[in-house]
């Protein structure tokens, strides 16, 4: 650290210069993450200082938590869903699994999850000392419903479904997983990091959530899709007296028992997530979404117009190619079975799209 603080004209003109070397989201296609909502951005600034983790001291703000946990629970077919607002799809994910754990003391715990998972699960594994099942995928790029079947035993704890898959934007069978998860009497956590704020906006939604009995618990992060700042991510579950397990004590503080990973927790992302959500409406998301699904097209049809085809029709906002290269200034990213991935969140603009096909096209010519 300095000895003398630095003049602040100083610091600014060093700060300003390190984040002139960050990318703007304008020419970034490989993002899960999207510029915050300006609603969110100015409600961030309003809760900057209050912490959840100690929620006696921020009622107002912990009551907003228990909003979001509301609206997200009612939009997941569940408004008295349990949860709470972790960091992200990572801390929802392990959360569950530890509750999952929990739930089913085995000597040598298992959990099935697809081959599509988020790294978050091996963290989560890792972690909880869980053996990781890897179930297979079909042609379709979803979990093989019936092979994850196959790989349970007296020792799964839990079973996993994807809903949005980070790398193919696919919707795993959760109806069949669903079926599965209540004839095993195993736990059923959906991932839906991502497609938890896509799938209730399209058209003609696939049951995912709570409304399918087998449905334990999941993951819905609004610092993706829900355009707040980060961190926003939300676990819920179908009971919410699973949270008890995972309880400790916390005797000085102004709540006694604490079920939350993190100790201090930020207001001001929780906040702003629920503000995005009272200001848009569900109106306002289905306008956001089906703009992202439309562009996502746009974008497929234009690839293959350059002869890149997709790699699949995906259920959620995401495109994948079979295509080498990226135009000079472009960031997509590259699946690990080497096809080209965009993902077409909200800055993600027609006009982006255009640009982006335009420069796609020059480097063929
Ligand atoms: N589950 C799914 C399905 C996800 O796609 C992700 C993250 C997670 C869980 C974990 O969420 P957190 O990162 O919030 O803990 N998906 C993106 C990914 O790994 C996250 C991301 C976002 C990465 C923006 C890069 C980026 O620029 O690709």
Known sequence: ??????????????LSSKRREDLGY???LSSMCTPPHPIAARVHAMFLETNLGDPGLFPGTAALEDLLIRRLGALMHHPDAGGY?????????IQALRIAKKLKPVKSPNVVIPASGHFSFTKACDILGLEMRTAPLDAGFRMDAEAADGLIDD??????????????????PIGRLSEIALERGVFLHIDAAFGGMVVPFLDNP???????????????????MGMSTIPAGCLLTRNPEWFACLNVDTPYLTVKKECTLAGTRPGASVAAAVAVLEYLGRDGMRAVVAGCMENCRR??????????????????????FS?????????????????????????????????????MGDIDA
Do not use: Q
């Open 299 to 320: 974008l497929i049809e234009g690839m293959e117009t350059l002869g890149y085809p997709r790699a699949v029709t995906p259920d959620v906002n995401v495109a994948t």
């Open 26 to 28: 304008r020419n970034i």
């Open 206 to 224: 696939v049951p995912f959530d709570f409304s399918l009995p087998g449905v334990s618990s999941i993951s819905v992060d609004p610092h993706k």
């Open 1 to 14: 650290m300095r000895e003398v603080g630095c003049p602040e004209e100083d610091l600014f003109s060093f």
């Open 323 to 359: 295509c080498g290269r990226a135009p000079p200034g472009w960031r997509v990213s590259t699946t690990r079975n080497g096809h080209m991935r965009i993902v077409c969140m909200p800055h993600v603009t027609r006009d982006v799209i255009e640009r982006f096909l335009a420069d």
């Open 155 to 172: 020792n799964t704890i839990a079973i996993v479904g994807v809903v949005g898959t980070t790398e193919y934007g696919m919707v795993d």
């Open 85 to 93: 607002a972790t960091s992200g799809g990572t801390e929802s994910n």
